[in-house]
């Protein structure tokens, strides 16, 4: 399939949503498009942290273990492997909610969903990492530039915005 014509715009809306994938993939990478899951690198005085946003994605209004969708298992399977082999001793899973509905309850959303991300990750594979949650709620959502916000709906920014992050050393 052809992406763009041959005056380099989209032709298809298959196409569209490829490039709006990619630019999702790129807000949630820190505009730069890698694997499933890239990781963002800080210093750090106990050493090297490692900060990682992943397709862990639950049914609406889900936040238990059987609410996460495939692509959100199939994910977190590939974390579990990458995190014992790398042997990592810390890691922490941070939730986070779009700001749709009461403050209070998507702050409680976001930590059950973390705490099940943890369940899921302990079941896959022993990791061997010492796993800590936490939730955010709404107060931390994606700081979208004008110019690319344009290209997402008020509907799609609030799924960008519903998220799992994972921290590790």
Avoid at 3 to 17: D, F, T, W
Avoid at 21 to 26: N, Y
Wanted: proline share 4%; glycine share 6%.
């Amino acid at each position: 399939m052809e992406l763009l014509n041959k005056s380099n715009q989209i032709q298809s809306p298959e196409a569209e949503k490829i490039f709006k994938r990619i630019k999702s993939t790129q807000l949630l990478a820190g505009k730069t498009v890698g694997p499933i899951i890239v990781p963002k690198t800080n210093s750090r005085s106990l050493g090297f942290k490692v900060d990682l946003e992943a397709p862990v994605e639950f049914k609406s209004g889900g936040f238990t273990i059987k609410d996460l969708t495939a692509t959100a298992k199939e994910s977190l399977l590939y974390l579990a492997a990458f995190f014992k082999e790398r042997k990592i001793t810390e890691i922490k899973i941070i939730g986070h909610t779009d700001s749709e509905g009461d403050a209070k309850r998507n702050l409680e959303l976001s930590k059950r969903r973390a705490n099940s991300v943890k369940e899921y990750l302990k079941g896959c594979v022993n990791v061997g990492a010492t796993i800590k949650t936490e939730g955010k709620g709404e107060m931390e959502p994606l700081l979208i530039p004008d110019w690319i916000k344009q290209d997402f709906t008020p509907n799609e920014i609030n799924q960008l915005n519903r998220r799992v992050e994972f921290k590790y050393w």
